[in-house]
């Protein structure tokens, strides 16, 4: 039996892409979902899941208290929160010297503040349990340069600070707390981003020469996220077919 069958895990971003396939393995499991999103569309995705027991909240999780509010319905709704994948993010890509702050502040809001509001607000219910699991999507962008990713770049670096403090403090307590770092991983708004003969060159950069798949990622998140994975903490996972590796 999966150690995430009868778990509670509370999803961000699970609406589409990575959080979906997240929210879908997880449920397959045995584990109940609480999928959070800003869009509607979560509604109808929490509801194609298998298995019963999941709930679908809509949040803007970059408003003031909305990651508390979300914790504390998980709560009311589910019981407690024994995991948390923060999947929900955003990229506003440009050339250094042209980014907008707003563009910059909407991303390190969206990327990096609301996931460390999440943890915070899902943490003090793990750290009052005795048991956790935090996993934070963050990205190759965080290791090394991509053109036009400075406040991409910025956001997740800032996740992997974030998770070795987190996991540091938050580790007396049965709580883990890891990131994962994927290359370009096909998801609808990926194969759009990528296409053409941008994809094709990138393609080519990575040495198993392809795109992540989001089940491949659904699948180590799992793992980090399974009770067997107790003594991994603190962690940045590469997920990235060798491509920082050369």
């Keep these: 039996m999966s150690g995430i069958a009868g778990r509670v895990a509370v999803i961000t971003g699970a609406a589409s892409g990575i959080g979906l396939s997240v ?32 709930h679908a909240m809509v949040a803007d999780l970059t408003a003031s208290g909305a990651a508390d509010a979300v914790a504390q319905q998980a709560v009311a709704a589910a019981g407690g929160i024994d995991i948390l994948v923060n999947c929900a993010g955003i990229a506003r890509l440009a050339p250094a010297l042209e980014v907008e702050d ?8 969206v990327n990096l503040t609301a996931s460390f509001r ?25 290791l090394i340069a991509l053109d036009q990713h400075v406040a991409y770049s910025a956001s997740k670096a800032g996740i992997l600070g974030m998770t070795k403090v987190l996991a540091r403090e938050w580790a007396p307590h049965g ?54 994975a107790a003594m991994i903490t603190g962690e940045n996972v590469v997920i990235d077919g060798g491509y920082t590796a050369v």
């Design 175 to 228: 709580v883990t707390v890891n990131a994962i770092s994927p290359t370009v991983v096909d998801t609808p708004l990926a194969q759009l981003a990528w296409a053409g003969e941008r994809g094709e060159a990138f393609r080519k950069l990575i040495p198993v020469g392809r795109f992540a798949q989001p089940h491949e990622v659904a699948a180590l998140i799992a793992f980090l996220a399974d009770e067997d």
């Design 23 to 54: 929210a879908q393995l997880f449920a397959e499991r045995g584990a109940h979902i609480v999928g959070v999103d800003l869009a509607e569309a979560v509604n109808e995705s929490v509801a194609g899941l298998p298995g019963d027991g999941h």
């Design 102 to 109: 707003a563009d910059w502040d909407a991303v390190l809001a």
């Design 118 to 142: 999440m943890a915070r607000a899902a943490g003090r219910v793990m750290t009052a349990a005795g048991y956790g699991r935090i996993v934070t999507i963050a990205s190759q962008a965080a």
